[in-house]
């Protein structure tokens, strides 16, 4: 409560603990955003070495397995789009340079 509150000089350590004593909830605005972090996992690695599976109460797997699948398929494309225009680069790059000097006639003469 402390840290959150850093920054209001009118929360002091006196204060938070007799808030946080006093047994009912207390709201309070504070003055400058803090980040939160929220995670949810459905499966984890235990100590032993074990997956855990645990059920997908709030039923993220699938949306989250069909981003998934989504963004592969999107790369995957672009991979190809990538590997056609360097097949097309390379093959530009084996043909001879264009030349200022005129083209010789059929006959080899100049």
Do not use: C
Not at 77 to 94: K, L
Request: glycine residues 4%; without cysteine; hydrophobic residues 35%.
């Amino acid at each position: 409560a402390q840290y959150v509150l850093r920054d209001q000089p009118e929360w002091t350590a006196d204060r938070i603990r007799e808030a946080m004593e006093a047994g009912t909830e207390k709201h309070v605005k504070l003055k400058s955003p803090i980040p939160v972090f929220l995670g949810y996992w459905t499966a984890r690695v235990r100590p032993d070495n074990t997956v855990q599976f645990r059920r997908d109460v709030y039923e993220v797997d699938g949306k989250l397995q069909a981003r998934l699948n989504d963004r592969l398929a999107r790369l995957r494309r672009s991979g190809e789009a990538a590997a056609v225009a360097t097949t097309v680069a390379n093959d530009d790059a084996d043909e001879k340079p264009a030349t200022t000097e005129p083209r010789r006639a059929a006959t080899g003469k100049k």
